[in-house]
Nanobody, 126 residues
Framework: QVHLVESGGGLVQAGGSLRLSCAASRRTFGVYAVGWFRQAPGQEREFVAG????????FYADSVKGRFTISRDSAKNTVYLQMDSLKPEDTASYYCSASSTVINSAIRSPTSYAYWGQGTQVTVSS
């Protein structure tokens, strides 16, 4: 079992940047796949970026590729989401998730993840 806590959300103007953090209660590298998802009001939760369980693979949604970067500090058991060139359509609650069983082909599905943080709000103004 792993406990996840997100931080770093806030209000930013379009074109700006934010870095989200996901602090895990235990080591995730080599144990858990870690994914970032987001959910806007009235919309389904959607995949943003993630690490495979082995830690060797990174995955991005097409909508954020080239603008967002996922990274990790294994010593701190923390995964980051650097978000650059933010757009108003990036406005959502962002959630960190973890799974010890997901395979790469299912890494973009929120139903693949058993552990979730409480979320952090990102608002991008135009």
């Amino acid at each position: 079992q792993v406990h996840l806590v997100e931080s770093g959300g806030g209000l930013v103007q379009a074109g700006g940047s934010l870095r989200l953090s996901c602090a895990a209660s235990r080591r995730t590298f080599g144990v858990y796949a870690v994914g970032w998802f987001r959910q806007a009001p009235g919309q389904e939760r959607e995949f943003v970026a993630g690490f495979s369980r082995t830690g060797g693979g990174t995955f991005y949604a097409d909508s954020v590729k080239g603008r967002f970067t996922i990274s990790r500090d294994s010593a701190k058991n923390t995964v980051y989401l650097q978000m650059d060139s933010l757009k108003p359509e990036d406005t959502a609650s962002y959630y960190c998730s973890a799974s010890s069983t997901v395979i790469n082909s299912a890494i973009r599905s929120p139903t693949s993840y058993a552990y979730w943080g409480q979320g952090t709000q990102v608002t991008v103004s135009s």
